[in-house]
């Protein structure tokens, strides 16, 4: 069973810088065998983090994107008609469960009520899975940590996690990373030198700070390293800096024409 | 059949301090054949009251986690195709009706309409759970009990449970418990000395006293119990005490801030 | 097929005590073969009614409890996979009109549409039951009879019964017994002595004055007996009262302290 | 096939007393094939009037009663599993259609859109059911007939009929009947003479009176019948009136004492 | 394959009196292999037309009256289940494009907005529909052609046709036929003499004159029809025309007085 | 796997004016692996372009219109019954990854939410699409790319892409092209010469000038090719531009008299 999940380890270390003490307070968790709650915006390294750590203590890792059609039966398991029977087939969670695995659920808000209380045995001091349509429960290993992420960002306008649900997390809040960091990350991954990188960043700062007048939310680190990629493929930079940092963002003309100000101005 | 629930019992006493008098409520409840329902907030200690009485009283306890697309057919029980035919398999409440366990429905107004209502005929004086999708109805034997939860400081947001539904229980309240209960049991299953253990009840208080103010329901023991496990773990108490006692209760940036001094001031 | 129903048949008196010409007109409307509707508050005891006619007319009696996710089709009827066909099984309401027994729909306010408008041409001068997924048509037997029950309580909050509905059944109304007759009820099925019963039974009264003073619906006789019986199991009367007569009934503080008041005042 | 719809036939003619010349018009349109609207309050005879023309016509009568949750699958037929196979079963339309019989579509408008719009086909001059889940079209007999009903007082809270589809009908009124077709209708079915009969239909056209004045809807001829049978069956007349004609039409207590006044004057 | 829809291919010329250029439109885009949208109110002979021209274009005509829980399954097609096996069954537009059908969709807005996305293929100069369930995708032969009709009337209360629907059809406006083609029409139709039906359309013009003055649609030349057939089939044609052109068409009593007048001031 | 796709080559170069350097971004984008975002107005070319740059880069082009019933089932694929056991088939967003084609998602907004988050894993830099039914991950080849479009026009009453969605694509803005490109276009296309092409896009210019005064949005370029065509085929201009620009883009009286004027003045 342990090798079915072999294919959900990580090959190789995921590029990670660590920002404070995001680290030890996750292996913390891990040992007290906590279940933790990642809370930042779109794009900010949260997934990549989880990846990290999955690599550093060993574990394979089951993700699953959350969407409002996604029942418990996604994530438990179910039955399917084979050769004229019923053969039940594991789920993501159970599998995790089963296998000592971190199961990562991203942006668990958006799930169904009940996938989301489908959790809860395993989130206190029983850490079980209760697999009701075939009677069973099962024991989580000391190794299974679930970790589940959201973006509060989003806390006004999308159903609330509730308190019930919440109130059985370690929470953990994460930012866009710093600057300096922010930079070696576009250079290293988009491939371009530091210069056109501190750039790129200083353009997301910029736009960043449009949050509060019309900007739902910021650029993300990941989309400075689009503008990168593009302008490594031969793009001129400001091109790429539109179709990477402006267009995906805002569809509004106004603000439009304020991010492509900032992109001439600073490139 | 009694066998099969026989992984239902718990293994060893669950460790629980009696705060007022409701064990004796709850011997004569179960002794008198009537059904209980639990009120109170978030990790206050309902479930592990019910897993207490539950090995006291010698019996099985089956949990269901309720949410609002759990139907009655989750509870009572389905037919699934097995070698060309449908086979009958009951559900958690139709197993605990017919080997006498205690069925504990958590967070019962969470549940659809239908899953209510099919626990009215066991609990008045006809105490038996009619199968309809069978056809048949089993009685109750005297060991069978069923007890519910819910948390009233939702009620006003959800919908409430209905008078119908709810004459039909002994209503036990709950709150957190009296702080020196809450200090023994914050340091034995923190893993702390009372002195941390103490300091951590008092941000708890704390905290709570911030409902009202903006804070939609106060910090539960479990969370405090979690930040104690973190101190045990190695972590600084002041970033346990951020991790497990502001992110996970709320998103707000004033009320975060609130919060981390309390916690500043206490440690 | 009569054999099938026997054991809804109630095997002894079940304990009633009539209160105005109740019995006479359920009777006439058995033998002129009309349907009747039963109005009237939660557990003022309109289910023990029927099941008191249903005895003393010896006839087998169906109770289902209506929900809003109750179908025509789990009245009905359904066909199941066995062994590679599809075969029919009767839903409560065949069974009764087949059988000649009493059906009774508790709350049928609460079933949906088609549930309702299902039992029409069983409720005029037809007596029939469409089995439309079978294309057949059964004729109800002269024992046959339709017993429906609704709280005009809810009426405002809750969809009402149509018109087109209503008009089809003789409507008798039911209210809490008489105080002598409660009194008797409470002492009998709780267990206790007179002078108990009659105090809890003027704190009943108290509580019920409390209606269009916050309270939404008066205490039941139910309650009533099972104060009766935890107190009958050694419980302190005015503890007995309260997770009976109080905590069941509101979440409401100030109510519940009114509450506590009338019972510390009475016993 | 024809064989099949015998038992749709009426076996004796209907108890009918004709009003105005709604007779000569149903027999018009069954003459020109088309089909035809009935509009009136609820129980004011257009079923027994269906049934009548049917048994007049010497056709069969197939009555579907509609609600919201009735399909154009539970209309023209479905696919049902049998010995590893699917096999076709009509519905009752296409076995209408089918066999030349009138179909009687009642309270038309409660029935889903893709209901409705199933019969367009079928109520212009094509006259023809499409089988959409079979690929076919069964072209509709001269004797085929379609006729629906529904209640213009509900027209303001219930979804109307579109123009579209009331567009292909010829429409006839109902009301209550004339005094004197009432009164000798209550006497007849009802068991009671003429002057209890015309006491009865006194007090329904004062109840109807109250329309406007807080009443939804009037009360049917069929209520007065059930209060004649109540007295057949020995009950007193006022008591008997109260069950049949007060409590099922209203639950607002003000209502309820005046329908009560009116009885006692009369009686 | 073309064999299998013969059977809708139209036997006999439908009457049709052409108004405008419609003749010639129709030619046109059925010649540029263009899609055709056809609107106009209920009733005005959109779908006469459109048999006339599949009789004229010596095309089979598949008609799907349109609702809104039509899906594209519904359309395209489906599997079913026959003696173990799953058996695709083409839906009636997978027929009309297979064999180079003219594929009529009534009142597309009525359709839910999968049914109406899936004909975008099949309106663009790829002409192909593709058929997920299967994964194919099969190419319209030159002679498919594509024909949408809407009511415009509707759209300010239904949902309307999205633009980029909309901008795929060449767009043809129908209204009532002129005066004296209504006239011969309903002559025709209704087998009446010229007197009659030119009495009845001045009726109608009369009626529709009445739109926004409380009436929401004019009266269609079917119901005109409808009047015509009733007289032949000997009733009085103020009562006929009361039928026809009052009942079905408004429940209001002060436009049903209105158009009685109008009836009777004509007749 | 491949070879079952190459029917979703394009056999020859589609027709395409590439208007500024979007070929070029395009290109970068699919060699530095990025999934791309085309926004623009209905009918302006963006279909077009997809499958002129992937018959470039020489790639399978598979498109889906997403609509509010597309389900990630629609997308990934679904176990179907087949001589008793269920057998998976490919969705096309499989079908896609698994044979390195370009995977068009046409009006991604109109899909429901579990569709569009089934496509996050795929467009970050792990480039894997997890089929949760099979409990299978699959790796996305180097030549597989995902674009999707929208219409921002819409963005204000349909739901807008979220964020966490839209942050995961470059993004290119198109709008009309410019005059001469257009003029060619639908000379071209349309089949007639420059100075009717000119006339058109005259015509066309003027009306997307009411955008604002009333019009939701321009008419599109593939409705002056309509109109092109219609007079191709032997149309009066004007009676084809009314039947191709005015009708299909707007059903309001003033509007259509003001594009009337339009086309009267122009042609």
């Avoid at 079980?128 to 509060?152: C, H, Q, W």
């Avoid at 700062?205 to 939310?217: A, D, F, P, T």
């Amino acid at each position: 069973m342990e090798l079915a999940v072999e294919k959900y380890k990580l090959a190789k270390e995921p590029y990670y810088l660590p920002v404070a003490n995001e680290v030890d307070l996750f292996n913390a968790a891990y040992s007290a065998r906590l279940p933790v709650l990642l809370k930042g915006p779109t794009g900010c390294g949260k997934t990549r983090f989880v990846e990290y750590m999955a690599f550093k203590l060993g574990r394979p890792l089951i993700t699953v994107a959350c969407h409002e059609d996604l029942s418990s039966t996604d994530l438990v398991g179910r039955f399917l008609l084979e050769a004229n029977e019923t053969v039940w087939h594991d789920g993501p969670l159970t599998k995790a469960v089963r296998s000592g695995a971190i199961c990562y659920l991203d942006e668990v808000v958006e799930a169904r009520k009940d996938t989301v209380v489908i959790i809860h045995p395993l989130t206190d001091d029983r850490r079980r899975l209760p697999i009701e349509k075939r009677g069973t429960v099962i024991d989580a290993p000391p190794e299974f940590m679930l970790v589940v992420s959201y973006n509060p960002g989003y806390q006004s306008v999308l159903k609330d996690l509730k308190q019930s649900t919440r109130q059985r997390f370690v929470a953990m809040e994460f930012d866009y990373p710093p600057v300096d960091s922010e930079i070696a990350i576009v250079a290293r991954e988009g491939g371009v030198d530091e210069t056109l990188a501190r750039d790129l960043v200083t353009i997301g700062h910029k736009i960043r700070n449009l949050r509060g007048h019309g900007l739902e939310e910021g650029v993300s680190t990941r989309l400075l390293i689009y503008a990168a990629q593009m302008t490594a493929k031969g793009i001129d930079p400001i091109a790429a800096a539109e179709v990477a940092l402006c267009s995906p963002i805002t569809d509004d003309r106004e603000l439009g024409r304020s991010i492509r100000e900032i992109i001439t101005t600073v490139l």
